[in-house]
């Protein structure tokens, strides 16, 4: 299974353009990659801090015959993010139901899942955001990033291929 890959410069936000692509298109699986989002959201419909050099990426793919429960993907889905952190950051990270990483119990990655039906195809949609390079301010709520932890710029173009890989390897492997 391979991602088909769309690069924008700009979006309002990338699920919302993951949903575009799948209502306009036949492809199962994608993954969108912008530059910025200037309506990026969060869970519950709280806005997304989308600041240049972040990671604003969305993966789709559909849900027939993959062979684990919807409950499951999505704590997967948080694992091979944590996965990816892991390459980069060699301390802990921590999973805070239900969608964030942390790291020094701040907020370094959110996710928004969501799903939506094309004919009769159900898809998930993963919007990943990463904080690479800058920290947004959320009140009560620290957060980091990337650089300020490792002392390092990562390639951001670096992050998204190894993104792609873990998804495609372990997703290849629960479809039937």
């Known amino acids: 299974m391979k991602f088909k890959v769309f690069r924008f410069k700009e979006v309002k936000s990338t699920n919302s353009t993951a949903i575009k692509i799948i209502n306009n298109s036949k492809f199962d699986y994608g993954m969108i990659i912008s530059e910025k989002q200037n309506k990026g ?4 419909g709280k ?28 704590k997967l889905n948080c694992l091979l993010v944590k996965k990816l952190l892991g390459i980069y950051y060699k301390k802990k990270i921590i999973f805070k139901r239900p969608n964030d990483l942390l790291i020094n119990k701040k907020k370094i990655c959110g996710i928004l899942q969501e799903t939506i039906k094309r004919y009769n195809k159900k898809f998930l949609i993963v919007g990943i955001g990463i904080n690479l390079i800058k920290s947004p301010y ?24 190894e993104l792609k890989k873990i998804f495609e390897k372990k997703l290849t492997k629960l479809y039937n």
Not at 147 to 160: A, R
């Open 41 to 44: 959201r969060g869970q519950y």
């Open 47 to 74: 806005k997304w801090i989308s600041y240049s050099g972040n990671l604003f990426v969305s993966l789709f793919f559909t849900l027939e015959n993959l062979e684990v429960n919807l409950k499951k993907i999505t």
């Open 138 to 161: 959320i009140n009560n709520y620290p957060t980091t990033n990337l650089l300020e932890l490792t002392k390092k710029k990562i390639p951001k173009k670096k992050i998204q291929n």
